[in-house]
């Protein structure tokens, strides 16, 4: 399904995309294009799949640049660093799992902090003006209360890759202060699920998925029994764990208005961003919008809770709405729906 045919590549703002092959990357350089950027992907599919470079050259309608490296190896794509018309970077590339991180915390520094702070070197020494991080609710632990703000004290992070964005984001604030030039922006992700409305791209955890979404999936599908609900003796409405699930093309859509906004002249050089709906929905919740959306079962019992698991966590988007002017537009009923059909398709695929 082609949906759009991009105008004149020429004018367009080149913006390179580490870890564009991933979920939140894959939705992104697809928003990228549509808004009329032309994006370069680099990504050496270490969490990803070749074939989603198919399929988003096949949804665009255009040939999309990718460079198959770890985002650390810049001489890989030197050109395009060195490019005088490359506008910014968005950076996704960086490992995500909270139990994988307690166990290999050095690989998660390694990679996200000491890989992050080379791509700033880079960032300076190619004159590149804009940077969007992507970051996460992780960085405000346990929140006292909800909805966080931006100004919500982060708490000590529970876990190595927690500790990373935080760093991260430290990193980021004062290499903007020394570096007026450069304009930079960490998006702060609360649960992102969903996928691509044609149903061709979406989430696809290479190991044993830790997710609630994808558990669901596999649940709802006889791939594992039951579902293990992490917890109902919380203090929440019905016992489980209250998240803010964001859909994943909206998500996309806000990195190409966080573009935007580093772009116009009059923005601060640095800002962080909460990307939530904004509403906190429990375990359970999600479990019964899934079922009924979707007109399936989801097999499921009360487990005991997760260590490091937050209570409740939701944002409060008015600083997306003012700056970026973003707000999600997508209900946890898409969000359901699409994490389903686009597991259908890729049974269909696989034959
Ligand atoms: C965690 C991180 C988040 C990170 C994300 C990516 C924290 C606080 N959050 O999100 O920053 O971006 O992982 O991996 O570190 N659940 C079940 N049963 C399951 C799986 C999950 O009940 O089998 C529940 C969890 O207890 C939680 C909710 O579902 O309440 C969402 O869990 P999950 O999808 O793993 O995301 P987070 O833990 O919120």
């Not at 992490?230 to 489980?240: A, E, F, L, R, S």
């Not at 116009?264 to 929905?281: A, D, I, M, Q």
């Not at 959306?293 to 997306?320: F, K, L, Q």
Request: hydrophobic share 35%; with cysteine.
């Amino acid at each position: 399904m082609k949906e759009f045919m991009p105008q004149n590549m020429e004018s367009k703002k080149k913006v390179l995309v580490t870890g564009g092959l991933g979920f939140i990357g894959s939705h992104t350089v697809l928003s990228l294009i549509k808004s009329g950027f032309s994006p370069v992907i680099v990504d050496d599919c270490r969490n990803s799949q070749e074939f989603i470079h198919d399929s988003l050259q096949r949804l665009s309608g255009t040939k999309i640049p990718w460079i198959k490296e770890d985002y650390q190896s810049f001489d890989s794509y030197r050109e395009y660093l060195e490019d005088e018309d490359l506008d910014g970077i968005v950076h996704f590339a960086a490992y995500k799992a909270v139990g994988e991180s307690v166990e290999n915390p050095m690989m998660y520094f390694q990679n996200n902090v000491s890989g992050f702070i080379a791509l700033l070197n880079e960032v300076l020494k190619h004159d590149i003006k804009n940077v969007v991080f992507s970051s996460s609710c992780t960085v405000y632990g346990q929140p006292e209360s909800n909805p966080v703000t931006e100004q919500t004290p982060m708490q000590i992070a529970e876990s190595p890759y927690g500790a990373t964005k935080q760093m991260c984001e430290r990193i980021l604030q004062d290499f903007a202060a020394a570096h007026k030039e450069v304009n930079s922006i960490a998006l702060r992700y609360f649960n992102p699920v969903g996928a691509h409305h044609s149903h061709e791209i979406g989430e696809l955890p290479l190991n044993k998925p830790n997710n609630l979404m994808p558990l669901v999936v596999m649940a709802a599908k006889g791939l594992i029994e039951k579902l293990t609900v992490y917890g109902n003796d919380y203090q929440t409405k019905d016992g489980t764990c209250i998240r803010d699930y964001i859909h994943v093309e909206d998500l996309a859509d806000a990195h190409v208005k966080a573009l935007d906004y580093l772009m116009t002249p009059s923005s601060e050089n640095y800002k962080f961003v909460n990307l939530g709906n904004g509403t906190g929905y429990s375990v359970l919740e999600v479990i019964q919008k899934f079922a009924e959306v979707n007109e399936v079962v989801v097999p499921h019992e009360i487990g005991e809770r997760r260590p490091g698991d937050v209570e409740a966590i939701y944002a409060d988007t008015s600083m997306a709405r003012e700056i970026l002017n973003w707000q999600a537009s997508k209900d946890l009923s898409d969000m359901v729906r699409d994490s389903w059909q686009w597991s259908k398709f890729l049974d269909k695929s696989n034959g």
